[in-house]
């Protein structure tokens, strides 16, 4: 089961989600938020579950007994799913999502994200369905300096029926007609 959800995470962490960021597909929004947040403790979990199994195994081989055969499956099926959720852990390190803030306008809900990609600081904001479930990027910002605390917040202006994408001293630094 590990190894399976291990599998899972690795394909949408390399391909749904590298997709998602970067504008190319939608998806679920929070589902790669949870992921960037979850990724990192099932990889030491399934390590330590690794360990723990092979330690097990090592024990029943130097004691030989006949279950020290079945004892190794679960091991190295352990340190496959260990090495899939590192795998996973990836695009999460080089580009995790930070939610700043989410806004709800004429039945459409969006939200502004940073996204750390390698040394700089994108803004991103999606665009999603009503319930907030299937979203689309539809901007994404240039480079700002890391140095930059990722503060930003998203506006409504019902007379001019525009989103703006506010940044600390760099103001408004989009704007965005649903």
Known sequence: MVFVVAVVYLAIAWLWKRAFIWGESVGPYWLFVAMDWTVLPLTLVSLLGFFTAAAVWLVR???RESSAHAAALPSGLLLLAS?????ACLPTLLSPM??????T???RVYYLSGITALMDNNYALFECDGVGWMCQEVYRSGDYSPAEPMQAELAYDEA?????????????IHRYRP
């Open 98 to 103: 930070t939610p700043l803030d989410s806004l």
């Open 160 to 172: 001019t029926n525009t989103l703006s994408i506010e940044v600390g001293e760099h103001g408004t």
């Open 105 to 107: 306008v004429r039945g």
């Open 61 to 63: 081989l130097v004691r």
């Open 83 to 87: 090495l899939g959720f590192l795998g």
